[in-house]
């Protein structure tokens, strides 16, 4: 079982969210549509970003 532990978000400079983790001793940066590409990522998230999460597909979903 990889070792996950959420460090926070950096913004990307066109605008975008990059989540930053350490997986296993090693810094990763994981835009919000890849997290399911990394298992485990996405529960090592805070309540705050996960609803964060969920409003950014509720907006999309309207489109």
Do not use: H
């Not at 989540?19 to 298992?39: C, D, H, M």
Request: aromatic share 10%; glycine share 8%.
């Amino acid at each position: 079982m990889a070792m996950i532990r959420y460090m926070g978000t950096r913004k990307t400079p066109d605008g975008g969210v990059l989540y930053v983790f350490i997986i296993n001793g090693q810094q990763k940066e994981i835009r919000e549509s890849a997290l399911k590409q990394y298992p485990g990522c996405y529960d090592a998230l805070p309540a705050s970003a996960k609803a964060q999460i969920a409003a950014n597909r509720a907006w999309l979903s309207k489109l």
